[in-house]
């Protein structure tokens, strides 16, 4: 056994030493199925986003918001966002993510009862802390459970479409909800999406089932992986330091709280901004949800392709995610600073929409340099890390359009800031992002890793 072999072996844990697992056989169309159900689940996660912005301009009559007291509402719904990811995500480890899913989507509906109920501005914060909390650990369980179903080199394709449903979601609804709130009050569109979430816990309950691929060896069939072994598992510090964690949230971050400060402020601004209809202004919105949903599909499909053809993961994912998001902030500042009128709606439509279309292969950077058995946990708290601005996002934009001249040029202070660290996060990622030579040194891939290790204490898996 080579040196490096014998080093990446320190400080892990095999289970069990004697019995490794084998690839698993299993239906490709339960997998797909998965997959779809998810997808559907996503697209109602990010309805449930985007529903605030939508519904700002009646919403803030009614209930008699200021600015800032409505941004402090959508920046309510980050506050236990994170926290209820990881806790979640830690029991991702122990419990079954399709039970955990179905708890999930009744949440939601519930979530919704003190704004219908108590309609003021308690009432509209109860309710986003509660949805929040609820919506928090949805992406991360998602991505984990998909990728139960799929092998490394075929999972970037079902992933994207489990992420295609939070664009799909935008531009689905947003017509849809504008609607409703137009013609028949606010109030509708909770209802609708509360009745929404319990159809598809419904309907969770009879197609959800878990993934045969349990283990980290059993799913590798990249280049260079070896054969299936015993499954291994890291000290958390070791998967935490490794750069395929912490160097996509360089970029997917700022991506994060420009999805946030637009869901909550875009709206608004096509209107009042640059004149927009509410009739238009939903199927505007609709259009940047289609730019993320197929930007998903398409630049997950590319990556895909290149790492099939050989093509380090570095470059085919972390040089790659930098990359669209860097594209994505020079949009939004062109946007900001040199276009007017229908072409800087146009220009800011694409540039928000592309911002999050890489997030699909940033749980895959993560997955890469994760034991499956502690997979749940590492997306949950990467997910966590990746959304934790987004608290503060909606609330400094709202401070902006109070304290600016006008309503107008506080938005585009706020848009151009959110561009310039799109800029900035997606130089870093691409920089620093190093997936091939993590999975080297922490023994996931391309070395012997059978030989038992001493176990751990409790505190040092910590």
């Known amino acids: ?110 979530s919704m009862l003190p704004l219908l109920l108590v309609p003021s501005l308690a009432g509209l914060l109860v309710n986003r802390l509660l949805l929040g909390a609820a919506e928090g650990p949805t992406a991360p369980l998602a991505g984990h459970a998909v990728q139960k179903w799929f092998s490394e080199s075929k999972r970037s394709v079902p992933t994207s479409m489990v992420f295609l449903g939070s664009g799909l979601g935008v531009a689905l609804a947003a017509p849809l909800l504008t609607y409703l709130i137009t013609n028949f009050g606010w109030q509708s569109a909770i209802w609708c999406l509360a009745a929404v979430s319990l159809l598809w816990a419904a309907g969770w309950k009879v197609v959800g089932r878990e993934g045969p691929l ?58 009042h901004g640059l004149g927009f209809s509410p009739h238009t202004m939903g199927w505007l919105i609709g259009v940047y949800g289609l730019v993320a949903a197929f930007g998903h599909v398409f630049f997950s499909w590319l990556s895909g392709v290149l790492v099939r053809r050989g093509i380090s993961t570095r470059w085919s994912r972390g040089v790659y995610t930098g990359a669209v998001v860097c594209l994505s902030g020079s949009l939004l500042v062109a946007a900001m600073t040199i276009a007017t009128g229908s072409a800087a709606a146009w220009l800011m439509l694409v540039g928000f929409g592309l911002a999050n279309t890489v997030y699909t292969i940033g749980y895959l950077l993560v997955a890469e340099s994760s034991p499956v058995g502690q997979r749940s946990a590492m997306l949950a708290t990467f997910n966590s890390v990746v959304t934790a601005g987004a608290v503060l996002a909606p609330v400094v934009a709202g401070v902006l359009v109070d304290a600016a001249a006008t309503p107008t040029a506080g938005y585009r202070t706020a848009f151009l800031w959110s561009g310039l660290l799109l800029v900035l996060g997606g130089l870093g990622t691409a920089v620093f992002t190093r997936p091939d030579r993590d999975t080297r040194r922490l023994g996931l891939r391309g070395t012997d890793i059978t030989r038992p290790a001493t176990p751990l204490s409790r505190q040092e898996m910590e």
């Open 1 to 110: 056994m080579s040196t490096a072999a014998r080093n990446s072996d320190v400080g892990a844990i095999r289970h069990p030493a004697s019995a490794p697992p084998t690839r698993s056989a299993h239906s490709p169309i339960r997998g797909w199925a998965i997959a779809v159900m998810l997808s559907a689940m996503m697209a109602i996660n990010f309805a449930d986003k985007s529903v605030l912005g939508l519904a700002a301009e009646p919403l803030m009559k009614d209930l008699g918001l200021t600015p800032s007291q409505f941004g402090l509402a959508g920046s309510v719904f980050f506050l236990l966002f994170g926290v209820a990811g990881v806790a979640v995500g830690f029991l991702g480890n122990r419990f079954t993510s399709t039970r955990l899913l179905l708890l999930i989507a009744l949440a939601w509906s519930v």
């Open 214 to 271: 349990n283990t980290y060896d059993s799913a590798a069939d990249l280049p260079g992986d070896s054969a299936p072994t015993a499954e291994v598992r890291l000290p958390y510090r070791r998967l935490f330091a490794a750069s395929s964690w912490w160097g996509p949230i360089l970029a997917l971050a700022p991506g994060y709280c420009a999805f946030a400060l637009f869901s909550v402020w875009g709206p608004s601004y096509l209107v």
